[in-house]
């Protein structure tokens, strides 16, 4: 027996040896052996304090941006929660979206229907002037969203100053689950055309979808017309799942990666609608997969301006609770085949819009007179 112990203790021995041999030389040892000896000089000479996880943290970022690739990167903490957030299209706050005025003051845009802040009387154009104790005249957008933000049930203070009204207020709001809109709609005024502002893809996009077409009644609508402008994309599967409502069952995208080649298919949901779809340089990512799907399919007609062309694929891999890789695994293609990576999709119809009109999110009355895309898509399915 214990002869026996001795020869498998050895043969194991034998085996991490080779097996660390064979680490070193795919992993080039002069090049681990430079890492190490800058690795060691910094710690031991520079004048300052330099941190062990800071400078394992700059190996990690340092191997990620040797790719080359601008949507690869190493997130920490901070950024990892926004990218979570940003795919469920849920967080913990207050429901405000603000920004930054010139004056370097943080304004309120609009708080979400329903969310403590809305709740609680904030309105558009109130002016944030501190949040907790902190004051905000010239804070970055995200550190004030990142202070306003945090776990359900928690509280936060907010100083504001009422549009219109020097007299501040102060709110101690309660924290909750604040759900991201990422679609809203609406029969456009004296038609019968639905109009679908699509912002966003997260795991709740097909979720508001179907509430929006619910809540219109698309069913009665004589067309569709598919707002896919400024839309920088999002999760892929949200993607696919939006393209069945758009396409008859069937490859929505090809995904091509190092293990070969993948059809990602819609389920059988389509609607069969007159559609029109806007897009314009804005429009990346999953909204270029929905687009080239209709495209490809010959389901509806893009208008507008070149798409944004980003046809390569994230995976994310969490390193550690706090900590991520995301990482570029793969191109996609259209039902047809076409890599538009670089390129961009090519409406069927181009119309460019006036460089100085900015565009608002949400649609609003006033605006179908100055919208040519619109106007072109509100024309297009009346024709049909």
């Known amino acids: ?38 690795f060691f000089k910094l710690q031991r000479f520079s004048y300052q304090d330099v941190p062990f996880s800071k400078l394992i943290d700059g190996v990690m970022e340092g191997m990620v941006n040797s790719l080359g690739d601008p949507y690869s990167a190493y997130l920490d903490s901070a950024e990892y929660r926004d990218l979570e957030q940003n795919i469920t299209g849920s967080y913990g706050g ?162 091509v990666s190092k293990t070969g080649r993948d059809s990602l298919t819609t389920e059988d949901k389509y609607l069969s609608k007159k559609l029109v779809v806007l897009v314009n340089g804005g429009s990346a990512s999953a909204s270029e997969i929905v687009a080239g799907a209709i495209k490809d399919n010959g389901t509806g007609m893009l208008v507008g301006t070149t798409t944004f062309g980003k046809g390569l694929v994230q995976s994310v891999f969490e390193i550690t609770p706090n900590s991520a890789l995301k990482l570029t695994t793969a191109k996609y293609l259209t039902p047809k085949g076409n890599d538009i990576h670089g390129k961009g999709i090519t409406p069927d119809v181009v119309v460019e819009m006036d460089a100085n009109l900015s565009r608002e999110v949400l649609l609003y009355a006033p605006m179908l007179e100055k919208d040519v895309q619109l106007q072109e898509a509100v024309s297009l399915i009346k024709q049909k």
């Open 94 to 255: 207050v429901g405000i979206l603000i920004t930054e005025t010139e004056s370097s003051t943080l304004e309120v845009v609009s708080p979400f229907k329903g969310t403590p802040a809305y709740r609680a009387g904030i309105k558009s154009g109130d002016i944030i002037v501190k949040i907790g104790d902190k004051e905000t005249s010239g804070m970055e957008l995200t550190e004030a969203a990142n202070l306003m933000k945090g776990p359900p049930g928690t509280k936060v203070k907010l100083t504001v100053r009422p549009k219109g009204n020097g007299q501040l207020k102060e709110y101690v709001i309660e924290r909750e689950e604040i759900h991201i809109p990422s679609v809203e709609g609406q029969i456009l005024p004296g038609t019968k055309i639905a109009y679908i502002n699509l912002m966003m893809f997260s795991q709740q996009t097909e979720k508001d979808l179907i509430e929006i077409f619910e809540k219109i009644n698309v069913k009665e609508a004589e067309g569709i017309i598919l707002d896919m402008r400024d839309n920088p994309g999002g999760d892929l599967s949200a993607a696919v799942d939006i393209a069945g409502f758009f396409i008859p069952q069937g490859p929505a995208v090809h995904i």
């Open 1 to 38: 027996m214990k002869k026996n112990g001795f020869w498998k203790g050895f043969i194991v021995g034998i085996s991490v040896i080779i097996g660390f041999i064979g680490l070193l030389i795919a992993f080039d040892v002069g090049h681990l052996g430079q890492a190490a000896e800058v």
